[in-house]
């Protein structure tokens, strides 16, 4: 009862508090906002110093905003169908979205880290992971396109994840607890008998490529947050549970019952080294495996059967329960891998461990116990220090390299920096509203850029003018240079910004690609030029081997085909310019349009239900005479037998 | 006879610099185009400064209806050109020797500079030609078409030499590398010719 009372004073006192901050900070926004907006101008033509890649949450696409601007510079689909791309339904990437389930549209994007090599970013790649159908995803920073897709089998809701500091495993944690394999049982027995599954996968260092390693079959908690260990501690990893109590039912009131909570030190090293010696069994599993060839502008579905999974108690000094008050969510790891900050959601503090008090406490196996066979280490002797009464429900941590820490308080609203080295806090600014993850670039690497952070809010309110009961969300970009932090700007953010990873442009943008080469274009149904442009019949199915160009189609008269037909389009865009698509569409086409780099092709299905003549044209205004770029197909009746004829200008 | 043979010699095979370096440069900047549409010409053929501004400057072209850059074999000038300087350059190095070992005047290295300076002056003249051609023989059927004041087509003739506005490009045409070697090579020359006339002079006297 004490407890609650200190904790209800302290809400009381803290919301006090921000409706202070808040008042104040608005107050000064007059004379402030002349010296804010010179700071994040990025002048017409002028580019940004940081790509930051947002997660849209709940509308399964990334989207890449510049840095300090706040400027949408593209969103990228990856776990969602996409109409302005044609993406997921368009014949070359509709396999992108296959799973076990069959094609599944829609997936809920959370978070997103960027490729590392010796703990530093090298901006090759971006990968994330979808919460719903659990699936990970890879996008490559040289076409800025969803390259790879990969399903987690006996998972479900895969939320915790993380990438080694040399990009050696992406690490996918369940966030529920499930039967593991899936079986029909009553959900009232669930205690004990559910699993918590830890997926790693191993990726490919030339090309980015993913495949399932092992699985670590965890007790039935359910996993939030993962971080690899770096510097001194790399080869480990860490993650937060929840839900120790492994209730099935009213979650918010059952699984926050316990005073501690676990965050899981996993020596990975040591699981892969168990596997490569031939440990691990089998587990029956069925999961897709998709992949997208950039040169052909194809995808490709595999699907993949069974999984090595490891017990943990199999490997004795793999795995360990770190004791952490109340319902964590963040587990962030700092620069030097020393530091390992809890975030304890309900709780009053700030817990940080110690990662060689740790590696101690192992040595002396002086354990409180197990849960499940596996070792819980002792709270006292793994705590690198704790910060006293930082704000209410702390979720996310990251660092500026110069030995500050800086916190995300989703009750208080708000961003508190606070020492490293004396554990005090330093500043805190409030953030507008009801802040979740926060990002610095590089913030989660051995070598932070700490010159921006953002914040990611869940709650828009008053931001921005009023858009009827829905506003989008909103990031809010400080200054972190000086002792306290500054509020530069804040902007819109496209679904939810769940999280966020930032890298300095120049890590990546000499690699981006101009355009597709037409002499590297493997399409299977690809034309070099227009004289190679073609109709082919084969039975009920037509296809046409079609070309764009400023301003025209070819062919772009079309006639012989008849209702029930199934028209292929496989269109080329002949265009060797930078930043020179061009669209196609088809009126009656049950699909999105076709979006056509120069240089490459896709493939659009049309079955034309109807007799008559209809146009097709180019949807990306590309040119002077863009509204010219079109054409007719004539449809004949199903049995008719008009000849199959095309032309371009006659002839 | 010793320096003004070799200057001789020197002058006349720095030409053959224009076998491996563009001789002239014509490069079209739009707002649409900040990193500029170049073309290198060379003795033996065109080619695009990056490799696809070939195809992009004739895409852009195609509106005004103007032709597509010459492939080598569609110009006669682009077999005749490397014969002319293989055989000037040949020329030269040979009236150096002759010169050298006392067998020729240096009056022989001011004919040859002449000769060369007719043949450039020519050169320049079918350049200037085909740019003419170029930029006025136009498409019948040209999307864009456009007239001067006195209600005749505009030239799309990109200058010669220097600077110019066509439409919404701005056109720059200056010499290259290979260019100012051969100019470096014929002044060359020209010194031979003098500093020879001197000793043949003194030698005299
Ligand atoms: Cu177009």
């Known amino acids: 009862m004490k407890k609650i009372n200190s904790i209800l004073s302290l809400l009381i006192l803290s919301v006090l508090m921000i409706g202070c901050g808040g008042d104040d900070d608005r107050k000064k926004s007059g004379a402030m906002a002349t010296n804010a907006a010179e700071r994040v101008y990025v002048a017409p033509g002028e580019h940004d110093e940081f790509y930051g890649f947002f997660?849209?949450?709940?509308?399964?696409?990334?989207?890449?905003?510049?840095?300090?601007?706040?400027?949408?510079?593209?969103?990228?689909?990856?776990?969602?169908?996409?109409?302005?791309?044609?993406?997921?339904?368009?014949?070359?990437?509709?396999?992108?979205?296959?799973?076990?389930?069959?094609?599944?549209?829609?997936?809920?994007?959370?978070?997103?880290?960027?490729?590392?090599?010796?703990?530093e970013l090298d901006g090759r790649w971006v990968f994330t992971h979808e919460n719903n159908t659990p699936r990970v995803a890879r996008i490559d920073l040289?076409?800025?396109?969803?390259?790879?897709?990969?399903?987690?089998?006996?998972?479900?809701?895969?939320?915790?994840f993380a990438i080694t500091e040399n990009t050696e495993y992406l690490i996918a944690g369940t966030r529920f607890a499930i039967p593991s394999p899936q079986r029909d049982m009553s959900i009232e027995e669930m205690k004990g008998n559910f699993k918590g599954p830890l997926t790693f996968v191993k990726v490919d260092q030339e090309t980015g490529g993913m495949e399932l390693a092992f699985q670590v079959i965890m007790p039935g908690f359910n996993f939030d947050l993962a971080h690899p260990g770096r510097n001194a501690?790399?080869?480990?990893?860490?993650?937060?549970?929840?839900?120790?109590?492994?209730?099935?039912?009213?979650?918010?009131?059952?699984?926050?019952?316990?005073?501690?909570?676990?965050?899981?030190?996993?020596?990975?090293?040591?699981?892969?080294?168990?596997?490569?010696?031939?440990?691990?069994?089998m587990m029956d599993a069925e999961y897709a495996h998709n992949v997208y060839d950039h040169n052909s502008?194809?995808?490709?579905s595999t699907m993949k059967k069974g999984v090595k999974t490891v017990d943990p108690k199999d490997i004795p000094g793999a795995v360990f329960f770190m004791p952490i008050p109340k319902s964590p969510h963040g587990c962030d790891v700092d620069p030097t891998g020393e530091y390992i900050v809890g975030s304890g959601k309900l709780a009053a503090e700030l817990t940080v461990f110690s990662f060689s008090k740790m590696i101690k406490a192992i040595e002396d196996k002086n354990y409180d116990g197990d849960a499940y066979g596996i070792p819980i280490l002792k709270y006292e002797d793994i705590l690198g220090g704790i910060v006293k009464q930082p704000g209410l429900g702390p979720l996310h941590t990251e660092f500026d390299g110069k030995g500050n820490a800086y916190t995300t308080f989703f009750i208080s609203s708000e961003v508190v920096k606070w020492s490293l080295t004396d554990y005090q806090v330093i500043d805190r600014k409030?953030?507008?509203?009801?802040?979740?993850?926060?990002?610095?670039?590089?913030?989660?690497?051995?070598?932070?850029?700490?010159?921006?952070?953002?914040?990611?809010?869940k709650i828009t309110k008053d931001r921005y003018l009023p858009t009827g009961p829905e506003m989008n969300h909103s990031a809010q970009l400080y200054d972190i240079t000086g002792d306290k932090m500054e509020l530069l700007l804040d902007f819109p953010t496209i679904g939810e910004p769940h999280y966020a990873a930032g890298i300095p442009a120049d890590l990546v943008k000499q690699n981006s690609k101009k355009i597709y080469r037409l002499d590297e274009n493997t399409h299977e149904h690809s034309v070099r030029n227009e004289s190679e442009t073609r109709v082919e019949r084969k039975g009920n199915e037509v296809h046409v081997y079609m070309t764009?160009?400023?301003?025209?189609?070819?062919?772009?008269?079309?006639?012989?085909?008849?209702?029930?037909?199934?028209?292929?389009?496989?269109?080329?865009?002949l265009e060797q310019d930078f930043d020179v698509p061009h669209g196609f569409a088809m009126i009656g086409a049950n699909t999105a349009e076709l979006l056509i780099m120069p240089g490459a092709t896709k493939t659009m299905l049309w079955e034309p239900k109807r007799v008559g003549v209809y146009p097709l044209y180019c949807t990306d205004f590309?040119?002077?005479?863009?509204?010219?770029?079109?054409?007719?197909?004539?449809?004949?009746?199903?049995?008719a037998n008009t000849p199959l004829k095309w032309s371009l200008d006659g002839d | 006879m010793k320096l003004s043979g070799t200057l001789m010699i020197l002058g006349s095979a720095l030409l053959l610099g224009l076998f491996y370096f563009p001789l002239w440069n014509i490069t079209l900047g739009a707002p649409q185009y900040p990193e500029p549409l170049g073309m290198d010409i060379y003795i033996s053929g065109i080619q695009g400064e990056e490799e696809f501004d070939i195809q992009n400057i004739d895409g852009v072209n195609h509106y005004i209806g103007m032709k597509k850059i010459p492939k080598p074999e569609e110009m006669w000038e682009f077999n005749i050109?490397?014969?002319?300087?293989?055989?000037?350059?040949?020329?030269?190095?040979?009236?150096?020797?002759?010169?050298?070992?006392?067998?020729?005047?240096?009056?022989?290295?001011?004919?040859?500079?002449?000769?060369?300076?007719?043949?450039?002056?020519?050169?320049?003249?079918?350049?200037?030609?085909?740019?003419?051609?170029?930029?006025?023989?136009?498409?019948?059927?040209?999307?864009?078409?456009?007239?001067?004041d006195a209600g005749n087509p505009i030239s799309y003739k990109p200058p010669l030499f220097g600077t110019q506005q066509i439409l919404n490009f701005t056109a720059h045409s200056y010499p290259r590398l290979g260019a100012w070697l051969m100019f470096a090579g014929m002044f060359l020359t020209l010194i031979a010719w003098w500093v020879g006339r001197r000793s043949h002079k003194t030698q005299n006297i």
């Not at chain 1, 502008?297 to 490709?300: C, D, G, I, R, V």
């Not at chain 1, 670039?441 to 953002?454: A, C």
């Not at chain 1, 772009?556 to 080329?572: L, P």
């Not at chain 2, 300087?85 to 050298?100: D, E």
Request: proline share 4%; with cysteine.
């Open chain 1, 142 to 160: 040289n076409t800025f396109e969803t390259g790879e897709i990969l399903e987690i089998p006996n998972s479900a809701g895969n939320h915790s």
């Open chain 2, 81 to 148: 050109f490397p014969v002319v300087i293989g055989g000037m350059a040949g020329l030269g190095i040979l009236l150096g020797f002759l010169g050298l070992f006392k067998f020729i005047s240096p009056n022989w290295f001011l004919g040859w500079f002449v000769l060369m300076m007719i043949l450039g002056v020519l050169g320049m003249y079918d350049f200037n030609s085909w740019l003419i051609d170029y930029g006025t023989d136009l498409d019948p059927k040209a999307i864009i078409k456009l007239t001067d």
């Open chain 1, 297 to 300: 502008s194809t995808a490709t």
């Open chain 1, 548 to 573: 764009m160009v400023r301003s025209h189609f070819s062919p772009d008269n079309i006639e012989g085909i008849k209702v029930g037909d199934k028209v292929y389009f496989h269109v080329t865009n």
């Open chain 1, 55 to 119: 997660s849209g949450g709940f509308s399964g696409q990334m989207s890449v905003y510049g840095l300090p601007s706040g400027r949408l510079l593209k969103v990228i689909p990856v776990f969602s169908q996409d109409a302005e791309k044609g993406y997921g339904y368009n014949e070359g990437t509709k396999a992108m979205l296959n799973t076990s389930y069959g094609f599944i549209p829609w997936g809920d994007l959370h978070h997103v880290d960027i490729s590392q090599t010796n703990g």
């Open chain 1, 622 to 639: 590309c040119s002077a005479l863009h509204q010219e770029m079109q054409g007719y197909v004539r449809v004949s009746a199903a049995g």
């Open chain 1, 233 to 281: 501690s790399h080869g480990w990893m860490f993650a937060t549970t929840y839900n120790s109590e492994e209730a099935n039912t009213l979650l918010e009131v059952n699984a926050s019952q316990n005073d501690k909570d676990f965050i899981v030190a996993l020596n990975w090293k040591k699981i892969e080294e168990y596997i490569n010696n031939g440990g691990g069994t």
């Open chain 1, 430 to 457: 409030p953030t507008y509203y009801s802040v979740g993850h926060l990002m610095i670039p590089g913030g989660n690497s051995r070598k932070p850029f700490g010159k921006y952070l953002v914040a990611m809010n």
